[in-house]
């Protein structure tokens, strides 16, 4: 029987596997640059023409190579990279599968200058379509240069499917943007048709990085994120809640400096955003992984652009976990921006808890401000000499509009929407109260029957549970009629019967803002603070206003309300002299 099976010929393998690694001329870029900063290379200039169909040009400064090894890179599966298996689960290199060469070289005019060894003399090759065409020796400094011309010139089904020049060029400047933030410390220079798109010396960090890219607006809109867990570790930089928008967002992920996608990570992102953002709000999330050996599976596709964890529940977790501590640090970071303080700069012993008393975080969030760090703050009552620059005020507060608090700071003013700032105080309340079994109601001499549409009736019954820990005690009394034994007293003014019924209205039918929630705890907890809190055209007195104040920068999240609206607005004393023509 004649022989049906044969081993394919090399260009053929390499044409195939071409197929997988080379979609379009970003692709061809994002291999070279890969190899360029696995060869250490401090900096990496492209030049394109024709948005890279035409001509894609990377020169490094990395190592370099031999003149044996060149012609060796050329070969697939040659790899310098990894020698066994093992090298596979601890890859500290972009770079370990040997194909990314020889597949672009299989498929274009490749020409392949390197030099790494000043003692010899640089190497220059030329292969068109596989076949190497020509080796000699040329003259130039250590690192290499790799230009790629006619991307598919033997591939027309191939070249069928590439963009418009303009479109290309894109691609190919955010796969160099995407690897710049990766390597804050390379210097990238992305040049098309003689125009220079990206110029970005060596930066310090990833927020200077951001900066060269996006600018300082941007960069000053993220803050930093730490976290660990599990043998995992995680640095980034997420957006401001009062700084995110719907629409455009970027984000970025990393494992190792290897740009992945993984969308189930940017959801858990997202997720940490809840209750600080409307629902539509993407805020940005760059975000950097260090993991285990061996916890991390990157050989999943041929371009790497995926990654397989081996617990990936773990870091959704950590992600989420990391990403809200961030937030919830960053009331202190937003005030500095402003130069405005918190408006309480003593440090003072926090009263018993009590429903008055917002717990919490009132004196690490004040600790972090004035240290304007991560640092561990002050013990109460501790002197915190050196940190507060004057005396510490209690800063004076009026209610204006019968809607707003101003609050006269020591660098500024604030105006606090009320209703807002109470929404914030109470879901906080409330969620604390659910770990901590509960908040206590007033049981009512004259309890209230409700009569309620019967789908409201049965939500009633079935939250019962929660419903008591919020101060509203339920009983069902059959007939679609309920009873109720106690009520919450967030504020003087409350109308118990009609928070109740808004209530159990919006927990049956949805909303938005419960659409949002994560949880049961969390939907029951903002309907309630979304019903409950003070309405605009209340008049406070003056310990009223003192004490919602308190309570509000006694939150975790002081400065949006549950449906991600701001709680504070500042005008800082440079902007009122800038409006004043001073
Ligand atoms: N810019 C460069 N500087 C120094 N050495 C290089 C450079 N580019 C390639 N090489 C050498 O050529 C080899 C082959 O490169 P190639 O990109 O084909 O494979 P790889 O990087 O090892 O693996 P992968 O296919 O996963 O990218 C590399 O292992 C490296 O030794
Ligand atoms: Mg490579």
């Given at each position: 029987m004649a022989r049906t099976i044969e081993v394919l010929p090399d260009a053929v393998a390499n044409q195939i596997a071409a197929g997988e690694v080379v979609e379009r001329p970003a692709s061809v870029v994002k291999e070279l640059v890969e190899n360029a900063l696995d060869a250490r290379a401090g900096r990496v200039e492209i030049e394109l023409a024709g948005g890279g169909k035409r001509k894609v040009r990377v020169a490094d400064d990395g190592l370099g190579m031999s003149r044996e090894d060149a012609l060796l890179s050329l070969d697939r599966h040659a790899t310098s990279k990894v020698r066994g298996t093992?090298?596979?689960?601890?890859?500290?290199?972009?770079?370990?599968?040997?194909?990314?060469?020889?597949?672009?070289?299989?498929?274009?005019?490749?020409?392949?200058?390197?030099?790494?060894?000043?003692?010899?003399?640089?190497?220059?090759?030329?292969?068109?379509?596989?076949?190497?065409?020509?080796?000699?020796?040329?003259?130039?400094?250590?690192?290499?240069?790799?230009?790629?011309?006619?991307?598919?010139?033997?591939?027309?089904?191939?070249?069928?499917?590439?963009?418009?020049?303009a479109a290309e060029t894109r691609a190919v400047s955010d796969a160099v943007g995407t690897l710049s933030l990766a390597h804050p410390g390379v210097a990238f220079r992305l040049e098309s048709e003689g125009r220079v798109l990206l110029d970005l010396n060596a930066a310090s960090d990833l927020p200077n990085r951001v900066a060269q890219l996006w600018g300082d607006r941007a960069a000053e809109e993220l803050i930093p994120v730490h976290g660990e867990g599990e043998g995992f570790r995680l640095v980034g930089l997420v957006q401001r809640p009062d700084a995110a928008r719907p629409g455009f967002r970027r984000t970025a992920l990393f494992v190792h400096g290897r740009p992945f996608r993984e969308p189930a990570l940017i959801r858990a992102g997202d997720r940490a955003y809840r209750t600080t953002v409307a629902p539509e709000t993407r805020p940005w999330i760059l975000l950097e992984l260090r993991v285990p050996a061996g916890s991390v599976d990157v050989n999943v596709h041929p371009t790497k652009a995926e990654v397989r964890f081996q617990n990936r529940n773990a870091v959704e977790a950590l992600v989420e976990r990391s990403i809200r501590e961030a937030l919830e640090g960053e009331a202190s970071a937003a005030t500095m921006d402003q130069d405005l303080p918190l408006p309480h700069v003593q440090v003072r012993e926090r009263s018993p808890a009590g429903p008055g008393d917002g717990g919490g975080s009132s004196e690490t969030q004040m600790a972090l401000f004035l240290r304007g760090d991560g640092a561990p703050g002050p013990e109460p009552g501790q002197e915190v000499d050196g940190l507060v620059p004057e005396p510490a005020e209690p800063p004076r507060l009026w209610q204006v509009h019968r809607a707003y608090i101003l609050a006269e700071v020591r660098d500024g003013l604030l105006l606090i929407d009320q209703h807002a700032a109470h929404e914030r105080v109470l879901f906080e309340e409330i969620m604390r109260s659910f770990d901590t079994g509960g908040s206590e109601g007033q049981r009512l001499l004259f309890p209230l029957t409700l009569r309620l549409p019967a789908a409201e009736y049965e939500q009633a019954e079935a939250l019962s549970g929660l419903l008591h820990q919020t101060g509203f005690e339920v009983e069902g009394f059959g007939g679609d009629t309920v009873i109720v034994h106690g009520v919450p007293?967030?504020?003087?003014?409350?109308?118990?019967?009609?928070?109740?019924?808004?209530?159990?209205?919006?927990?049956?039918?949805?909303?938005?803002?419960?659409?949002?929630?994560?949880?049961?705890?969390?939907?029951?907890?903002?309907?309630?603070?979304?019903?409950?809190?003070?309405?605009?055209?209340?008049?406070?007195?003056?310990?009223?206003?003192?004490?919602?104040?308190?309570?509000?920068?006694?939150?975790?999240?002081?400065?949006?309300?549950?449906?991600?609206?701001?709680?504070?607005?500042?005008?800082?004393?440079?902007?009122?002299?800038?409006?004043?023509?001073?």
């Open positions: 093992s090298d596979l689960r601890a890859l500290k290199t972009f770079g370990f599968r040997g194909e990314a060469l020889p597949s672009i070289a299989s498929v274009s005019r490749l020409t392949l200058e390197t030099q790494a060894d000043v003692a010899e003399p640089g190497t220059s090759i030329r292969v068109e379509g596989g076949r190497i065409l020509q080796v000699r020796d040329m003259a130039r400094t250590r690192g290499t240069t790799v230009q790629v011309e006619r991307l598919f010139f033997n591939a027309p089904a191939r070249a069928k499917f590439l963009r418009n020049t007293a967030p504020h003087p003014n409350f109308d118990a019967e009609r928070s109740f019924r808004e209530m159990i209205e919006e927990l049956t039918h949805g909303s938005e803002l419960v659409r949002s929630a994560r949880n049961q705890h969390e939907r029951v907890a903002m309907s309630f603070a979304c019903k409950s809190a003070i309405k605009a055209g209340q008049t406070l007195d003056e310990r009223e206003v003192q004490e919602l104040f308190d309570r509000l920068f006694a939150t975790e999240l002081p400065y949006h309300d549950v449906h991600g609206r701001p709680t504070v607005v500042r005008l800082s004393s440079r902007e009122l002299e800038r409006k004043f023509g001073r």
